[in-house]
């Protein structure tokens, strides 16, 4: 039917909060024999719930009566939005108010606050959370086995869009423990190609998902295990967004297919599993509140993904033992998991709360954690710090290396993740570094700096509580094997990114393991993770020094 439409509010038009009306009138061409239509459909305008950050504070002694002033850092919202902290609304995760109690024992103590907006017309409050530092009176650092944190499911990077079976040399120094460079890796994350959908067989054209399987095989063969993601659904499933130049590009999963799709998710699993490629888990949707103009991409918002979620999450892993992740927001958006998992439907559906952290940083989910979830941080990459407009190419030092280091602490401590999942395995251009390690198969600095956690901290490990700051630009964390595990391995990552040596001494409270010394393992600026020798641990005491701009990783 030849005519135009007329769109009200016009395209690129910012509607204001609250239930507005989008009207559109077609108008014919033909009006002698065609009347004018005009449809209205209402839309729910949410205030927006800005991205919040709060910088780790300067440790606090044992038995302090805290209070909000104490904490020498506060929340702030990111992008320029303004706001306050609500003192008012300090408090431990479990919702203890501030005081002796939250300072009683050595270690960490999450707390969190309430970020309020000053424009409260257009943004809602953000709950956010830092890791505050307890520091022991008489030492400076203090380490308990007894408290039992997260269980680590372990460390790993992507193979998206590789289509080349990696070599067997490239698979041992990635996912191996044998040869020098070996990262320890244990964790393989694959695309899932939009292959064609043939809706009346519920079939898929499969030979579009052998090629990115092939790396699934060989890291299985290695002791890691394998998850997927859909960049896209297949374009016979979306409604497309027209301006763009491919039908993958952007666009939503039409809700008339939303029990196909879960089917094609489900053909996917099965299809890995005669490949002999068990999958861990496999995502809803990558990235699906980022809309890139020149790669695959799908966008869903929070309550498209609960629909989906709820009513056929289950369909998806039907008759398997994969598990389902959700939402891999590519800046981890709290708000997004908040609404999935406030859903009981979706939430008894949902395995993994899965994230990113482009424009976000780690921060506790109170909901994942009340329910028992496990929190993957599935994909992120740092620029070198040696990168900038005026370079063609650069190379990864050790400031790439703490970089790393530090973001995995925080994310371990804080968010309490049970996985840490880079983006590149290999790099994809050597002249500007992104991967793990380069073409050579030799680790760059942002392997090295993973490669602390990675290469000792073994899958089935838990994280123990420890004092995450106890000086200024020096991060401590610990794990170890389970309570009542036959061997009692014990690992703690240390990183000083100050530009000084510092001396630190720490207290071990060692609940039934004998610690009589620690093997160091140290990457500074002129070594990568060099053997030193043993320190000794007396009377439940070790000291330490470590010298400037360095990460240290002592095993027993």
């Not at 910012?14 to 839309?43: I, M, N, W």
């Not at 007894?146 to 996912?175: C, H, P």
């Not at 170890?480 to 001494?505: H, Q, Y």
């Amino acid at each position: 039917m030849p005519g135009t439409f007329t769109y009200s509010p016009a395209v690129g038009a910012k509607p204001e909060v609250g239930v507005q009306s989008l009207t559109l009138k077609f108008t014919p061409q033909d009006t002698a024999k065609y009347s004018t239509v005009t449809v209205v459909q209402k839309l729910t305008v949410n205030k927006a719930q800005p991205p919040a950050r709060w910088d780790l504070p300067a440790a606090v002694l044992q038995g302090s009566a805290l209070t909000a002033a104490q904490i020498t850092t506060s929340p702030y919202a990111l992008y320029g939005v303004q706001g306050t902290a609500d003192a008012a609304s300090y408090m431990t995760i479990d919702g203890k108010p501030l005081g002796t109690a939250t300072t009683a024992a050595a270690g960490t103590a999450i707390v969190q606050a309430t970020f309020v907006p000053r424009d409260g017309a257009h943004y809602s409050p953000a709950v956010i959370s830092t890791t505050l530092t307890i520091k022991p009176a008489s030492t400076t650092a203090a380490i308990d086995f007894g408290d039992t944190k997260q269980t680590i499911q372990g460390f790993g990077g992507s193979a998206a869009w590789y289509y080349s079976k990696m070599s067997e040399e490239r698979l041992n120094v990635l996912f191996g423990t044998s040869l020098a460079d070996s990262l320890g890796l244990n964790i393989i994350r694959l695309r899932i190609a939009p292959a064609n959908w043939n809706a009346s067989a519920k079939t898929a054209d499969t030979t579009q998902w052998t090629a990115e399987l092939e790396n699934g095989i060989g890291a299985q063969a290695r002791g890691a295990i394998v998850f997927a993601s859909p960049w896209s659904p297949p374009a016979s499933m979306k409604i497309v967004n027209t301006e763009r130049s491919n039908p993958l590009y952007s666009g939503r999963l039409d809700p008339a297919m939303y029990a196909d799709y879960a089917q094609y998710l489900n053909a996917y699993i099965r299809y890995a599993a005669t490949r002999n490629v068990k999958l861990h888990a496999v995502s809803l949707q990558n990235e699906p509140d980022w809309d890139p103009k020149d790669y695959e991409s799908c966008l869903w918002n929070a309550d498209e993904m609960t629909a989906w979620v709820g009513g056929y999450g289950a369909t998806a892993i039907a008759g398997t033992t994969t598990r389902l992740m959700a939402a891999e927001s590519f800046y981890y958006s709290q708000a997004t998991t908040d609404t999935l998992l406030a859903d009981s439907k979706a939430a008894g559906n949902l395995s993994i709360v899965g994230g990113h952290l482009y424009g976000g940083t780690p921060n506790y989910s109170s909901a994942a954690a009340k329910l028992g979830k496990d929190v993957w941080m599935t994909e992120h990459f740092l620029d070198s710090v040696n990168k900038s407009d005026a370079k063609t190419s650069w190379q990864t030092s050790i400031d790439d290396a703490i970089a790393m280091a530090k973001e995995v602490h925080d994310g371990l401590t804080l968010s309490q993740y049970n996985a840490y999942v880079h983006w590149w395995l290999v790099n994809s251009n050597d002249s500007t570094p992104t991967g793990l390690i380069g073409t050579n198969n030799k680790p760059t600095y942002f392997g090295i700096g993973l490669k602390h956690f990675s290469y000792f901290i073994r899958p089935g490990y838990v994280r123990y509580d420890a004092t995450a700051l106890p000086q200024k630009g020096v991060r401590v964390s610990a794990f170890g094997t389970p309570p009542g595990a036959a061997d009692s391995k014990a690992v703690v990552v240390l990183v000083n990114e100050n530009a000084a040596d510092v001396t630190l001494t720490t207290s071990i409270a060692p609940a039934g393991r004998s610690l009589t010394s620690l093997t160091p393992y140290r990457t500074t600026a002129t070594a990568t993770f060099a053997q030193q020798p043993a320190i000794g641990v007396s009377a439940n005491t070790f000291s330490i020094s470590l010298p400037a701009k360095s990460i240290t990783t002592l095993v027993n």
